[in-house]
Nanobody, 127 residues
Framework: VQLQASGGGLVQPGGSLRVSCDAS????????IGWFRQAPGKEREGVSS????????YYADSVKGRFTISRDNAKNTVYLQMNTLKPEDTAVYYC?????????????????????WGQGTQVTVSS
């Protein structure tokens, strides 16, 4: 099982980025997916998650209204669209997968729910 996060980079405050999580070795149809981030000197925190059915999503208060999580099961990929980025969004962003079957409306927040993790992609918001 491999999760590959990509799409990070350097962006100015107020800008946008879309990070992707590509999966191999598993079929994402049966997994809830979460995005987490870790800033330098801080603990990893949950950013967003989406159920296997896409019927339920979760957003941390700090990103609500700015970030949108979506998934394309046909492509085995989950996306995190990040708009109106702020310097405090600077972090390494990780995606993770949690076996959900048959909980199709389960979008877990706790890290302990996730069995598979990607390697992370750096997002830097700076002028």
């Amino acid at each position: 099982v491999q999760l590959q996060a990509s799409g990070g980079g350097l962006v100015q405050p107020g800008g946008s980025l879309r990070v992707s999580c590509d999966a191999s070795g598993i079929t994402l149809d049966y997994y809830a997916i979460g995005w987490f981030r870790q800033a330098p000197g801080k603990e990893r925190e949950g950013v967003s998650s989406i159920s296997s059915s896409s019927g339920k999503t979760y957003y941390a208060d700090s990103v609500k209204g700015r970030f949108t999580i979506s998934r394309d099961n046909a492509k085995n990929t989950v996306y995190l669209q990040m708009n109106t980025l702020k310097p405090e969004d600077t972090a390494v962003y990780y995606c993770a997968a949690a076996s959900a079957n048959p909980r199709t409306f389960w979008a877990p927040v706790a890290e302990a729910s996730y069995a598979f993790w990607g390697q992370g992609t750096q997002v830097t918001v700076s002028s």
